[in-house]
């Protein structure tokens, strides 16, 4: 069984202050890994994947998330955050079995950024 | 261009009364997901489709039920919704690189 931990519920930050939001996970097989963000009331929206090769995929707006197998982490990171970026966002991990992928997402971390 | 569509996207309903939530993909992808987000969590799978072979979580309760004539389309039928049913209701398919790729949402209402 996979599980994947956001320890974070909530982030409150400085628009153009860096950020990190933490994601951990299990898994008894490799994996794929995804970062989502959804806005109020819409449905979740791809930010960025690690499925094999480069350790540290980006995403064209600004966001990077580094893949650690070792500490079974994939922590989003961005330099500095605007007024947009304020979001949910969720972590995800998948395995691919039988042709589908079951994906079990974290619970999910609110980015407030503060003018 | 869109491609998964959910509509309604917002739907309310009265309690007990059946309700149905469509979704159409123009991916042509054979796998079909829907899942059940209620405030501030996590989405849920409720079930999803490989092609027409339907595949029910264990813990989905038999209030849901799901129809997929054809490739395209997808509907989440509730037979009996209660107050607990109220969530946003996502539907999914997935692209060959392994990520799956939501529409814009159902947000039910049960009165």
């Known amino acids: 069984a996979q599980s994947v931990t956001q320890l974070d519920s909530q982030v409150p930050v400085f628009e153009e202050a860096p950020v990190e939001l933490r994601c951990n996970y299990s898994?008894?097989?490799?994996?794929?890994l995804f970062w989502y963000v959804q806005y109020p009331n819409q449905g979740l929206q791809l930010l960025l994947k690690?499925?094999?090769?480069?350790?540290l995929v980006e995403s064209i707006n600004g966001f990077e998330a580094e893949f650690n197998k070792s500490q079974t982490s994939f922590h989003l990171r961005k330099p500095s955050v605007h007024i947009s970026d304020t979001a949910e966002y969720f972590c995800?991990?998948?395995?691919?079995?039988?042709?589908?992928?079951?994906?079990?997402f974290g619970t999910g971390t609110k980015l407030q950024v503060i003018p | 261009d869109a491609m998964v569509i959910q509509n309604p996207r917002y739907q309310v309903t009265q309690f007990g009364k059946p309700v149905t939530l469509s979704c159409s993909q123009t991916l042509n992808h054979n796998v079909m997901y829907w899942y059940q987000q209620k405030s501030s969590q996590a989405p849920k799978l409720l079930f999803h489709y490989y092609d027409k072979d339907f595949n029910n979580e264990a813990d989905t309760p038999d209030n849901f039920q799901s129809r997929r004539p054809n490739t395209s389309f997808c509907f989440l039928d509730i037979r009996s919704p209660g107050l607990g049913d109220a969530a946003m209701y996502l539907c999914?398919?997935?692209?060959?690189?392994?990520?799956?790729?939501f529409g814009p949402g159902t947000r039910l209402t049960v009165t």
């Open positions: 690690y499925l094999s090769g480069s350790t």
């Open positions: 898994s008894s097989v490799s994996v794929y």
């Open positions: 995800a991990v998948s395995e691919v079995s039988g042709g589908y992928q079951k994906v079990t």
């Open positions: 999914a398919t997935h692209t060959g690189a392994g990520e799956q790729y």
